[in-house]
């Protein structure tokens, strides 16, 4: 096939296929992070926050008909695509609708689980008039060319195609994984083994499951029912429909690194669930690199996102002891350094920080305001937090722990509540 039919039949297919995006999920090993905003609307990376991936992952795939379920505490979540991504044109056929959880089908039933998200809304994915159904959770950190799945899964013929993450066989056990044969057809589907299968390619890693899947929307539709009025059933993807997929007809699974952006030809195939204070953590100040493995500087497969208008970056003061500045650090837009030193470190649009501070390993989460000879190391401020003056976290384990979440990972989550009990207290 010419490169010309190849493009041809990746546009057709896109067109034909909708994301459907999973955000309800709460996301409570974040602590308090996810007090006020589910898991998907949690910030990353200095500007934007976790659901803009498979958000810019189904856009830049072509996928332009989107919808969104929400559910636990939606507000910054459902303000955030409506302020970011109302750029679709219904005239061009083209949609990103947002579904709460709105009891559609009764007076009694919010979503009970995530196929019965899917279920409650087929009248409006009956509308968007698509052939093929690409089930997203919106809580992941990557880059994925969705459409390369779903043409596997057409050439494939599966009544589902599964994304699959290679990892290796002892770390496999957290996961949701699965036995494929020499073709990767699944053959079993096993939660959190003790003893995870090998591949047949390599007996030393194991395929879990990304909680991505293609489904022909007839197939789904009709399976969507049947599962409805199953009073068994926990209406779930993992826990109920998949299985049965595999058990009575064709799973197929798709490997992540075959349709994976990478930052470049050598880099890992960059998958991240930032669902605890300590990953998310890590995995925001892994931007800091020197040549980090999620490239955010790609304008081929950009992340979009809501962009704030503010002025650049400011940093101010040139004194031995009071000098504004950042090495190996993220700095956005609208910030201002005042006679800070700041090492290793993220800060989020529009902090603030003044005169003989110091932040060191810091995720600073939007609007916080350091004040004055406050030293911090490995934290993670939450948005809007106001340091008080002469503050210092990371140098007594024990006296943290007092007053702020401290993880098992030694990393210190700061909230306003943390510090406003402090100060009561002091």
Known sequence: MSSTNRLARRSRLAHRSMAFVLAGGRGSRLRELTDRRVKPAVYFGGKTRIIDFALSNALNSGIRKIAVATQYKAHSLIRHCQRGWNFFRAERNEFLDILPASQRMNDQSWYRGTADAVAQNIDIVDSYGVDFVLILAGDHIYKMDYERMIEHHVASGADVTIGCLTVPRKE???????????????????????????TPDDPDVTLASMGIYVFNWDFLRDLLKKDAEDPESTHDFGNDLIPDIVAGGKAQAHRFEDSCVRASTEAPAYWRDVGTVDAFWRANLDLTNFAPDLDLWDRDWPIWTYSESVPPAKFIHDEDDRRGSAVSSLISGGCIVSG??????????????????????????????????????????????????????????????????VTSGGVTLITQDMIDAREAAL
């Not at 496999?172 to 090998?198: Q, R």
């Open 340 to 405: 800070t030193e700041i090492r290793e470190s993220l800060l989020f649009t529009m902090v603030h920080t003044n005169s003989y501070s110091s932040l060191d390993r810091a995720v600073v989460l939007p609007h916080a305001h350091i004040a004055r000879h406050a030293r911090l190391s490995n934290v993670v401020i939450d948005r809007g937090v106001h340091i008080p003056e002469g503050l210092v976290v990371g140098e007594d384990a024990e006296e943290d722990a007092r007053w702020f979440r």
């Open 172 to 198: 496999a056990s957290a996961f949701g994984v699965m036995a494929v044969d020499a073709n990767d057809v699944i053959t079993s589907f096993l939660e959190k083994p003790a003893d995870p299968p090998g």
